[in-house]
């Protein structure tokens, strides 16, 4: 199993990212998939999940509104599309197979930093 995160980078306050994960060595349909954070000195805070099929999502209310998390089956590849970042949404971001319950794989994470 790998799961490798990109899109990472700086931007500025109300900036927009895209964040992408490319899975490989499992059957990416079969599996809900997460993206979760972790800010510096902090805990590790679950961000967004998304089932099997894309039709069912999960934020957390510090995200709500502003990031919106998708899925490419036939590609193996998870998004998290970014808008309106503040400089509280500066964190490592990493890709995982599962969702909040239990997730068995992460990605090694792609830094996110906002600062104007």
């Known amino acids: 199993v790998q799961l490798v995160e990109s899109g990472g980078g700086m931007v500025q306050p109300g900036g927009s990212l895209r964040l992408s994960c490319a899975a490989s060595?499992?059957?990416?349909?079969?599996?809900?998939m997460s993206w979760v954070r972790q800010a510096p000195g902090k805990g590790p805070e679950w961000v967004s999940v998304i089932n099997t099929g894309g039709g069912s999502t999960y934020y957390a209310d510090s995200v709500k509104g502003r990031f919106t998390i998708s899925r490419d089956n036939a590609k193996n590849t998870l998004y998290l599309q970014m808008n309106s970042l503040k400089s509280e949404d500066t964190a490592l971001y990493y890709c995982?197979?599962?969702?909040?319950?239990?997730?068995?794989?992460w990605g090694q994470g792609t830094q996110v930093t906002v600062s104007s």
């Open positions: 060595g499992f059957t990416f349909s079969n599996y809900d």
């Open positions: 995982a197979r599962g969702d909040r319950k239990y997730a068995d794989y």
